[in-house]
């Protein structure tokens, strides 16, 4: 009898999509439960009552919450095409740059996103401080995890989809390809390697929440 795999997750989240490339990448089969978080399901609170939230992976009736947390048991569950590296040193390294991606680089993305004029233009100075570290972890690498896609590049993958949508909602360049050579190439061929690209959500739907989200944050700002 084979193993029971089901994914908990949305359409457009961008953490259950690191969830699903790792699936892929390893080449497990699972079954896919969509959400909606408006109204979420009685078997999603009971695989996480602690936040409620998507992705959660549900492995032979064991619930594993958290994107981060469920990669790296991926990685421990099925050894087949490894995330994480073997050395001790490059796998820390490598939970360093996955967790500053979601502490440092996401949050100061967003704030450009949703401020406007002068606000955004101060948001623009950390959100670049933090790209330029990522330009320099690439250097001399195809991916942060080397020569293949790795656990960094899943973490940080939501960057080569998300960023142009924001670009294009606020009109306002934030990976320069001149600025940031490095990073500007690794989204292009993260996002175009097929296991990634066939798996993202519909553009124009993406584009229509996003560009919701901004109003609506916007206009609660301004009360």
């Not at 439960?33 to 695989?47: G, R, T, Y």
């Not at 704030?111 to 570290?133: C, D, R, T, W, Y």
């Not at 050579?181 to 690794?186: E, F, N, R, T, V």
């Amino acid at each position: 009898m084979g193993e029971e795999v089901k994914l908990f997750r949305t359409w457009s989240s961008p953490f259950a999509l690191r969830i699903v490339w790792a699936l892929r990448i390893k080449a497990i089969e699972y079954e896919t439960v969509f959400e909606d978080i408006s109204n979420k399901s009685p078997s999603l609170l009971q695989c996480n009552p602690v936040h409620g939230k998507v992705p959660v992976l549900l492995h032979n009736g064991r619930p594993i919450a958290e994107s981060l947390v469920i990669l790296e048991y991926i990685d421990e569950a099925w050894k087949q095409a490894p995330l994480l590296p073997v050395d001790p040193h490059e796998r820390a390294m490598a939970r360093f740059w996955a967790k500053f991606g979601d502490d440092k680089v996401l949050g100061s993305i967003w704030s450009v996103f949703i401020k406007q004029g002068k606000e955004q233009e101060e948001a623009m100075v950390p959100a670049m401080e933090n790209l330029k570290f990522l330009e320099e972890e690439l250097k001399g690498k195809k991916f942060f995890g080397g020569d293949t896609i790795g656990f960094v590049d899943l973490a940080l993958g939501w960057l080569a989809n998300l960023i142009g949508l924001l670009e294009e909602i606020v009109g306002l360049k934030v990976v320069d390809g001149e600025k940031l050579p490095l990073l500007s190439a690794w989204m292009q061929e993260f996002g175009d390697a097929p296991i990634i690209k066939d798996n993202w959500p519909a553009r124009d739907r993406m584009i229509l929440k996003f560009q919701a989200l901004r109003d609506a944050t916007i206009a609660a700002a301004s009360k």
